[in-house]
T-cell receptor
Framework: SQQGEEDPQALSIQEGENATMNCSYKTSINNLQWYRQNSGRGLVHLILIRSNEREKHSGRLRVTLDTSKKSSSLLITASRAADTASYFCATGGGSNYKLTFGKGTLLTVNP | GAVVSQHPSRVICKSGTSVKIECRSL??????MFWYRQFPKKSLMLMATSNEGSKATYEQGVEKDKFLINHASLTLSTLTVTSAHPEDSSFYIC?????????????FGSGTRLTVV
C-alpha cells in the first residue's frame, strides 16, 4: 500500500517562483527520499533525509522532515521550466529495503 | 554513478502473447531488484522483489504466474508478462539496489511502456 501522500497533487507556477510540495506518511521511518520523474521516464533520486535530520539542502532543493508530524516538504527555489516533472516522496526502512511511494505532485513551471 | 538499463522502452504486443522486459545493472552487481507498475498520472505500485538466485517475492494481489520474474545473475532481472491482455497495458519500471547500500542506493531504469492490443 502507498504510505506517502503528497500534496498538492498538481502545482502550476511561473518560472522564477518557488515550489513547495508536501508529503505525509503513516509509520515510523529510517529515512525519506524524494524522486523526480519526467513524463514517460524512470525516476531520478533527488535527495534523502534521515530520520534524525530536520533539514537538508542540495543546490536549489531544500527538504525538511518533521517526524513528530510524520511529514516532509520539498522546496525548489527559483524554479525553471526544466523542473517540470512529477515529484514523489518515498519511505523505506524495512528489512527487505522496499520503498513505498506517495502519489506524487505534478509540477508545471511555465516559462 | 550506478546505471540501470531497461529494455525495451516501448513494446506493443497482441493479446494472448507474452512479452519480456529486461533490467540490467551496468556497472554494479545488484543482489536485489524491484519491479513496479505505474498507471497514468498515478504513483508506482511495487509488484515484486527480485532476489538473485532465489524466487521473487510478490506483493499481495500480483499474480506470480502472470508476471514471471527471473533474476538469474547479479546484473540481470527479467519480467515476463504472460498471456497479455489489454488491461496489462501500463508503464513498468525496475530499480536495483547495490549490495551494502541499505536504503540509499536505489537506481531506476527508464521504464517500459507496454501496450497490449
Amino acid at each position: 500500500s502507498q504510505q506517502g501522500e503528497e500534496d498538492p497533487q498538481a502545482l502550476s507556477i511561473q518560472e522564477g517562483e518557488n515550489a513547495t510540495m508536501n508529503c505525509s506518511y503513516k509509520t515510523s521511518i529510517n529515512n525519506l527520499q524524494w524522486y523526480r520523474q519526467n513524463s514517460g521516464r524512470g525516476l531520478v533520486h533527488l535527495i534523502l533525509i534521515r530520520s534524525n535530520e530536520r533539514e537538508k539542502h542540495s543546490g536549489r532543493l531544500r527538504v525538511t522532515l518533521d517526524t513528530s508530524k510524520k511529514s516532509s516538504s520539498l522546496l525548489i527555489t527559483a524554479s525553471r521550466a526544466a523542473d517540470t516533472a512529477s515529484y514523489f516522496c518515498a519511505t523505506g526502512g524495512g528489512s527487505n529495503y522496499k520503498l513505498t511511494f506517495g502519489k506524487g505532485t505534478l509540477l508545471t513551471v511555465n516559462p | 554513478g550506478a546505471v540501470v538499463s531497461q529494455h525495451p522502452s516501448r513494446v506493443i504486443c497482441k493479446s494472448g502473447t507474452s512479452v519480456k522486459i529486461e533490467c540490467r545493472s551496468l556497472d554494479f552487481q545488484a543482489t536485489t531488484m524491484f519491479w513496479y507498475r505505474q498507471f497514468p498520472k498515478k504513483s508506482l505500485m511495487l509488484m515484486a522483489t527480485s532476489n538473485e538466485g532465489s524466487k521473487a517475492t510478490y506483493e499481495q494481489g500480483v499474480e506470480k504466474d502472470k508476471f514471471l520474474i527471473n533474476h538469474a545473475s547479479l546484473t540481470l532481472s527479467t519480467l515476463t508478462v504472460t498471456s497479455a491482455h489489454p488491461e496489462d497495458s501500463s508503464f513498468y519500471i525496475c530499480s536495483a539496489r547495490a549490495p551494502g547500500t541499505g536504503n540509499y542506493g536505489y537506481t531506476f531504469g527508464s521504464g517500459t511502456r507496454l501496450t497490449v492490443v
